[in-house]
């Protein structure tokens, strides 16, 4: 039986790519997608690419039918979801949120990161963590709660967090990196990150031609990072808008451990180990670097692994689609777990090649 399903911020660029995932999803029945903005306005009119896919059209984000969906998606900015997700977990719904507004453990960090107070705690204590690859465990619990009829919710990682925890948290993990030093971030994204809102730092006459750092030593997704890797004070990320439409690449610098040797090839063995029962994880060979193209539109994370020898330094190079692993498709991948069904479920697809 097909999963009534909602996604509230639809019109969004999450949104829509969560509309794109869910129309040819085996289980996810697509019946209610919110946008105030352009409520009443059938889909595919607005997106083309959706026609003869559907003919819903967009309603209002206080839609009445939101209350019969069984799994809600929330792709709207962070303290709108805070406010949102109470009441459809109350009710006995899977919310899975895309926001910030449920990921970071600490309300007080939350709100010293996102000038909010955090009003629903419990919630916040109960959630899972939606980044799958690291977090199965806390997926399968709520998996359980909502087995036992209870709501449950879901604070999807951030796009950033996500291809930077996939790159460093199985050094971590594994013990192969220091437990002193910075852990150096340099990220870059492509302009869908930012929204669809045109601001003048996403205008197309200032990113085209144009790479250029942000939010250096001030971005709210270090304490996220710090948070999954658990390497408190001690990364140092910096963010960079790239003139593309999509992908992120984050290049991780870690301090090895005095114990480890510096060879790239037994620390690359450990990784695909790591991640050898992770469908959408794949650890490259030397001769390959991972390049957002390579995942573009995707659910899959590409890493590579390097090693600065004199500086002791493990590099790893992480490729994610922003929209895709970085934020819609991990939320789709997030709900499989917790209905139970095969953690790839319509997310088995394969980026374009570049020729
Ligand atoms: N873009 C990305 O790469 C990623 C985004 N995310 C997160 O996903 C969420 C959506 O991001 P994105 O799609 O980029 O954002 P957009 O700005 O593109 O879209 C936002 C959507 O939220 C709706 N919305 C705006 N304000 C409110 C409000 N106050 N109450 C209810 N709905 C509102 C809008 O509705 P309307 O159509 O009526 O204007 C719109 O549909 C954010 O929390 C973001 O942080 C997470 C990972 C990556
Ligand atoms: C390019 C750009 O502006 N990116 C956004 C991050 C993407 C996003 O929406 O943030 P979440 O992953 O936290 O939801 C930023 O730097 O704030």
Same mark, same amino acid.
């Given at each position: 039986?097909?999963?009534?399903?909602?996604?509230? =911020?639809?019109?969004?660029?999450?949104?829509?790519?969560?509309?794109?995932?869910?129309?040819?999803?085996?289980?996810?029945?697509?019946?209610?997608?919110?946008?105030?903005? !352009?409520?009443?306005?059938? #889909?595919?009119?607005?997106?083309?690419?959706?026609? *003869?896919?559907?003919?819903?059209?967009?309603?209002?984000?206080?839609?009445?039918?939101?209350?019969?969906?069984?799994?809600?998606?929330?792709?709207?900015?962070?303290?709108?979801?805070?406010?949102?997700?109470?009441?459809?977990?109350?009710? =006995?719904?899977?919310?899975?949120?895309?926001?910030?507004?449920?990921?970071?453990?600490?309300?007080?960090?939350?709100?010293?990161?996102?000038?909010?107070?955090?009003?629903?705690?419990?919630? !916040?204590?109960?959630?899972?963590?939606?980044?799958?690859?690291?977090?199965?465990?806390?997926?399968?619990?709520?998996?359980?709660?909502?087995?036992?009829?209870?709501?449950?919710?879901? =604070?999807?990682?951030?796009?950033?967090?996500?291809?930077?925890?996939?790159?460093?948290?199985?050094?971590?993990?594994?013990?192969?990196?220091?437990?002193?030093?910075?852990?150096?971030?340099?990220?870059?994204?492509?302009?869908?990150?930012?929204?669809?809102?045109?601001?003048?730092?996403?205008?197309?006459?200032?990113?085209?031609?144009?790479?250029?750092?942000?939010?250096?030593?001030?971005?709210?997704?270090?304490?996220?990072?710090?948070?999954?890797? *658990?390497?408190?004070?001690?990364?140092?990320?910096?963010?960079?808008?790239?003139?593309? /439409?999509?992908?992120?690449?984050?290049?991780? /610098? #870690?301090?090895?451990?005095?114990?480890?040797?510096?060879?790239?090839?037994? #620390?690359?063995?450990?990784?695909?180990?790591?991640?050898?029962?992770?469908?959408?994880?794949? %650890?490259?060979?030397?001769? %390959?670097?991972?390049?957002?193209?390579?995942?573009?539109?995707?659910?899959?994370?590409?890493?590579?692994? $390097?090693? /600065?020898?004199?500086?002791?330094?493990?590099? +790893?190079?992480?490729?994610?689609? /922003?929209?895709?692993?970085?934020?819609?498709?991990? $939320? +789709?991948?997030?709900?499989?777990?917790?209905? *139970?069904?095969?953690?790839?479920? *319509?997310?088995?697809?394969?980026?374009?090649?570049?020729?």
């Amino acid at each position: 039986m097909a999963i009534k399903t909602a996604v509230v =911020g639809a019109a969004g660029f999450a949104g829509v790519e969560l509309i794109r995932v869910l129309l040819r999803h085996p289980h996810f029945e697509l019946v209610v997608a919110t946008s105030n903005e !352009l409520a009443e306005t059938p #889909i595919a009119q607005e997106y083309p690419c959706f026609v *003869g896919a559907t003919d819903l059209a967009f309603s209002t984000h206080d839609d009445p039918a939101l209350a019969e969906c069984d799994l809600v998606f929330l792709a709207v900015p962070h303290t709108a979801a805070l406010a949102m997700a109470p009441a459809h977990v109350k009710r =006995g719904a899977v919310v899975v949120d895309l926001s910030a507004d449920f990921r970071l453990e600490d309300p007080a960090v939350y709100e010293q990161w996102y000038n909010t107070p955090h009003t629903e705690l419990e919630l !916040l204590a109960k959630r899972a963590f939606g980044l799958p690859e690291l977090f199965r465990d806390d997926l399968a619990r709520v998996q359980g709660e909502h087995a036992a009829g209870q709501g449950v919710l879901v =604070g999807c990682a951030g796009c950033y967090p996500t291809a930077t925890a996939l790159a460093g948290a199985p050094a971590m993990r594994l013990g192969l990196a220091s437990s002193e030093g910075a852990i150096v971030v340099d990220a870059i994204s492509g302009v869908t990150g930012a929204g669809k809102k045109c601001s003048p730092r996403t205008h197309y006459c200032f990113d085209n031609e144009n790479v250029e750092a942000y939010g250096v030593a001030t971005h709210r997704h270090t304490p996220e990072i710090e948070q999954i890797l *658990g390497a408190k004070d001690r990364v140092v990320f910096t963010p960079h808008l790239a003139p593309t /439409n999509r992908g992120i690449l984050s290049t991780v /610098n #870690i301090p090895l451990a005095s114990g480890i040797k510096p060879d790239a090839s037994a #620390i690359r063995a450990q990784y695909e180990e790591f991640y050898w029962d992770d469908y959408f994880v794949h %650890v490259l060979n030397e001769r %390959v670097q991972p390049r957002t193209s390579s995942v573009a539109a995707t659910n899959h994370a590409h890493l590579g692994i $390097a090693v /600065n020898e004199p500086a002791r330094t493990l590099i +790893v190079t992480s490729a994610i689609d /922003n929209l895709g692993k970085g934020a819609a498709s991990q $939320a +789709v991948q997030c709900a499989n777990i917790v209905f *139970g069904f095969a953690e790839s479920a *319509g997310l088995d697809y394969l980026a374009i090649p570049v020729i």
